[in-house]
């Protein structure tokens, strides 16, 4: 049994579609194009990954379905936000075919608790008929990156939080990691991004792009809030014999005069399409100019992330793959 990476082939994957006004206040027109542009974007005109968007309820599928491509499958499900690579399950494969392990969820350590996203992952599970393997601590898929051999990434102030597993050490919490996605080697690196309500998940901060390979962005200016986090985990994946490929940072974003956690790193990698979040920012050429290279297979596309980010998250955050057994 392993987790695939997420470069290896889908079958589908669930994505997030918003269409609540009390979460999302000023921008929800915007969020839905954008998502449904994410949507389209992977779906590839029937030549991607099958996608299935995930609504609230009709009024919502009524409002997906006049904004993405015919091959994207529609479905309704209730849950609290669109985070759904938090909420939903991971899933691995092996001789026995796929298994989706449902993690508990506690709302990022208690921040926004909301209803449906507690079984929102079982009850996707159940609709793709996979078989459901429980899991009695808390785990956000954002909070770990793996390289599908059984390496994976992940941040001390996520799983070590006592937020989250408050009676579980890093031992413990690597045992957990072991027995639940057959994990052979677990790389911590320190802090996430400055102002991530997540505390700090790492696919803001760090992506395998291949086994024993991983992204970490690089500092462009002096004003960079994150510019010592990135360097910390730099030096955390080199003393670890990891080889670091840098990308570029967005640099300070701000949204309302505080700074958000804008990332290029939250990349999400289809079947054909690898789909860059974009910001406005002055490295955004430049970030997926980058990301391409390191993807030469697929077309990689810069799409607009701005009013995903107001929420908190982008692409990867919202999106969550089922790999082809």
């Given at each position: 049994m392993r987790w695939p990476a997420e470069w290896e082939p889908h079958e589908a994957v669930w994505i997030g579609f918003p269409g609540n006004p009390i979460e999302w206040p000023k921008q929800l027109a915007e969020v839905q194009r954008?998502?449904?542009?994410?949507a389209n974007a992977i779906c590839d005109h029937g030549d991607g990954?099958?996608?299935?968007?995930?609504c609230r309820d009709q009024?919502?599928?009524?409002?997906?379905?006049?904004?993405?491509?015919?091959?994207?499958?529609?479905?309704?499900?209730?849950?609290?936000?669109?985070?759904?690579?938090?909420?939903?399950p991971i899933i691995t494969v092996g001789g026995n075919g796929r298994e989706a392990h449902n993690?508990?969820?506690?709302g990022w350590g208690r921040k926004f608790e909301m209803a449906g996203d507690q079984d929102i992952g079982a009850r996707l599970a159940r609709s793709s008929d996979l078989p459901i393997q429980d899991h009695d601590w808390v785990l956000e898929g954002g909070a770990i990156d793996g390289d599908g051999q059984g390496a994976l990434l992940t941040t001390e102030q996520c799983l070590l939080n006592i937020n989250r597993n408050k009676y579980m050490d890093r031992q413990q919490l690597e045992s957990g990691?072991?027995?639940a996605l057959n994990a052979n080697k677990i790389y911590w690196l320190g802090n996430g991004l400055m102002a991530d309500h997540t505390d700090g998940h790492v696919d803001n901060l760090a992506r395998f792009v291949s086994a024993g390979t991983v992204a970490i962005p690089k500092a462009c200016d002096g004003d960079d809030p994150n510019r010592g986090v990135f360097e910390d985990a730099v030096r955390r994946a080199v003393a670890s014999d990891l080889d670091v490929v840098r990308l570029?940072?967005?640099?300070?974003?701000?949204i309302e005069d505080?700074?958000?956690?804008?990332?290029?790193l939250n990349f999400y990698i289809g079947n054909t399409v690898v789909a860059v979040p974009q910001y406005g920012a002055l490295n955004d050429d430049q970030a997926v100019e980058a990301?391409?290279?390191?993807?030469?297979?697929?077309?990689?596309?810069?799409?607009?992330?701005?009013?995903?980010?107001?929420?908190?998250?982008?692409?990867?955050?919202?999106?969550?793959?089922?790999?082809?057994?």
């Open positions: 954008e998502v449904a542009a994410f990954e099958q996608v299935v968007l995930v009024q919502d599928v009524d409002t997906a379905t006049a904004m993405v491509d015919d091959p994207v499958q529609i479905i309704i499900e209730a849950f609290g936000d669109i985070w759904l690579r938090d909420t939903g993690f508990g969820f506690n990691l072991r027995e570029p940072s967005v640099g300070r974003y701000e505080a700074v958000a956690p804008a990332s290029y990301i391409a290279a390191l993807f030469p297979e697929r077309k990689v596309v810069g799409l607009s992330s701005s009013a995903l980010l107001s929420g908190g998250g982008s692409f990867h955050c919202i999106s969550q793959q089922i790999p082809i057994a």
